[in-house]
């Protein structure tokens, strides 16, 4: 399966610390994209990195992309509780889809 | 800010009732997508669709599942017999784009529930 997996599956931190979260995926992609939900709400899209791409940084968010190893990280700097949701990785397949893992739960403590 | 809308929110229905959701894209988005979640796993791919032609459908898509673009504005997911297994939540997204640089614009979601 092209999907990314998600590691680890949960994760607890308090406010003010940073969380890193991974994501294997199997097959060569074009990009790779990283998502958020917030409880019972739908994905909102936070970041693309593309796969001639290393790093990317967006705000106090900082993704990683190793080919040779097909794994990326989000890592989130100066968590804060708004930051609270589960994080997933999005593969593209093909032109006409997306496949999603199973996704990080982060929840930051205050 | 535009968004994707989805109605209803909640939708309970009886076994092997049809049940119809419906979503809202963003208006100059030209591809669809239906996703579901049953709880606390992972985002499935359901169809995408374009052009009023389905592009891409995965293996939970059967004969039992269509969709539709009955104008402009709406798209559609119709499941004609519901089985207890189809308890999800159901997320519609829009792109404007398609191929590798495709962002994925999703609604809240219709959270079916079959009884």
């Known amino acids: 399966s092209q999907q990314g997996e998600e590691d680890p599956q949960a994760l607890s931190i308090q406010e003010g610390e940073n969380a890193t979260m991974n994501c294997s995926y199997k097959?060569?992609?074009?990009?790779l994209q990283w998502y958020r939900q917030n409880s019972g709400r739908g994905l909102v899209h936070l970041i693309l990195?593309?796969?001639?791409?290393r790093e990317k940084h967006s705000g106090r968010l900082r993704v990683t992309l190793d080919t040779s190893k097909k794994s990326s990280s989000l890592l989130i700097t100066a968590s804060r509780a708004a930051d609270t949701a589960s994080y997933f990785c999005?593969?593209?397949?093909?032109?006409?889809?997306?496949?999603f893992g199973a996704g990080t739960t982060v929840t930051v403590r205050a | 800010e535009p968004e994707v809308t989805q109605t209803p929110s909640h939708q309970v229905t009886q076994m092997g009732q049809e049940v119809i959701l419906r979503c809202v894209p963003i208006?100059?988005?030209?591809?669809f997508y239906w996703y579901r979640q049953i709880l606390g796993q992972k985002v499935e791919f359901l169809v995408s669709?374009?052009?009023?032609?389905?592009?891409?459908k995965s293996e939970i898509f059967d004969d039992q599942f269509s969709v539709e673009r009955p104008d402009g504005s709406n798209f559609t997911l119709k499941i004609r017999s519901t089985k207890l297994e189809d308890s999800a939540m159901y997320f519609c997204?829009?792109?404007?784009?398609?191929?590798?640089?495709?962002?994925?614009?999703f609604g809240s979601g219709t959270q079916l529930s079959v009884l």
């Open positions: 208006s100059n988005h030209l591809y």
């Open positions: 990195i593309r796969s001639n791409e």
């Open positions: 997204a829009s792109s404007v784009e398609t191929g590798s640089m495709k962002k994925l614009f």
């Open positions: 999005a593969t593209d397949s093909n032109d006409y889809k997306l496949s």
């Open positions: 669709f374009y052009n009023n032609e389905i592009s891409e």
């Open positions: 097959t060569s992609i074009n990009n």
